[in-house]
């Protein structure tokens, strides 16, 4: 079994790379998923795309509180039913350092780490290394492949300067703007880029070196990332939430971005309407609405929830809008 992890930061679209990966080569895949808060939101998606094996963990971040469970399941699937991939999406706050230390310990003759990859967010980037410097740091330095996503409305002079970001950090890793770089075309009609660009990850003189040169970096960037304090990141979920019109959920997501119920990163859920089930998703401040399932075609009442990250949340307000009927007997 090989492990491929897939790391990046809060919203820079990791399910979507994975969804594309897996519905565009014919191999034996299965997805671990780990979502902060509790709710399976993401893992959803990808079983209802790919109607694949997602093993889904949801209390913890695998990196710190859950890295036991993370490990004891690594064995459970190598040893049940042992795909030839096992991709792993963590949490968009993970340290991919810690991750991949954690697969080194239970890595023998049937589970093999491969070489990482990390999803950059070309659009928030800078926001996200004030306020989260040390984590969007590890990600970088322990990738050797970096995906920079939301990249289309960049001019080249951005670009540049989004991979000379990159590069004072982890000078070692291949950057791509380009998704086709992950996917089979007339270039790479086998399947190379499994064969031949994620080799496997057995040397932990790559890792010392992307430290070491990190570390001895003049770049401010790393500098900072390095020399950060990282806050308590807070994460807050609710299940069975509803709300009387989609003009309502657009409001929210448009307060959300003002700050009206905290610093708030990140926002994903969903919700059902008379017709149709919603997928909603807030990246720092754009936001963006999509089709979900047909409540016509569910067997049964669809499962509801959001999930919101950020700092200093404001629970109290979240939770009378998405619960009203909480706080009708009081």
């Known amino acids: 079994m090989k492990v491929l992890i897939i790391s990046g930061f809060l919203g820079s679209g990791k399910t979507t790379l994975i969804n594309k990966i897996v519905n565009n080569y014919n191999f034996d895949f299965a997805v671990y998923e780990n979502e902060c ?12 795309s790919s ?20 490990a004891s399941s690594l064995l459970t699937i ?23 230390d954690m697969v080194k310990k239970v890595e023998y003759g049937r589970i093999t780490l491969m070489t990482p990859i990390t999803v950059f967010d070309c659009i928030n980037y800078k926001s996200w290394n004030i306020k989260y410097g040390d984590i969007l740091s ?26 000379n970001f990159i590069k004072d950090i982890n000078p070692n890793c291949i950057i791509t ?7 089979k075309n007339e270039s790479n009609n086998s399947g190379n880029f499994f064969s031949d660009i994620l080799r496997s990850y057995s040397s932990s003189t790559d890792k010392t070196n992307f430290i070491n040169t990190a570390n001895n970096s003049n770049n401010s960037n790393a500098i900072n ?21 989609q003009t309502l ?43 979900y399932e047909t409540n016509s075609n569910l067997n049964k009442d669809p499962e509801t929830a959001i999930t919101v990250i950020g700092y200093n949340i404001n629970k109290k307000k979240i939770r009378n809008l998405f619960i009203p009927d909480l706080f009708s007997f009081f």
């Open 37 to 48: 808060g509790g709710m399976p939101i993401d893992s959803k998606v990808i079983k209802n």
């Open 225 to 245: 990332a390095s020399k950060s304090i990282p806050q308590e990141i807070d994460t807050f979920s609710l299940k069975n939430v509803r709300l009387e019109t």
């Open 51 to 70: 109607g694949l094996n997602v093993w889904e963990s949801t209390e913890n971040c695998i990196c710190c509180g859950g890295s036991s469970d993370f």
């Open 138 to 163: 590890d990600q970088l330095l322990y990738s050797s492949v970096v995906y920079c996503s939301k990249a289309d409305s960049l001019s080249n002079t951005e670009k540049n300067e989004v991979e």
């Open 177 to 183: 703007f380009d998704d086709s770089f992950f996917l």
């Open 249 to 291: 959920l657009i409001q929210f997501l448009d307060d959300v971005t003002r700050g009206f119920y905290g610093d708030i990163s990140r926002v994903k859920g969903i919700l059902s309407f008379k017709s149709e089930s919603i997928k909603f998703d807030l990246v720092g401040y754009s936001w963006a609405i999509t089709g």
């Open 78 to 100: 190598s040893s049940s039913i042992d795909p030839e991939y096992l991709i792993v999406e963590p949490t968009g706050i993970a340290k991919l350092g810690s991750i991949t």
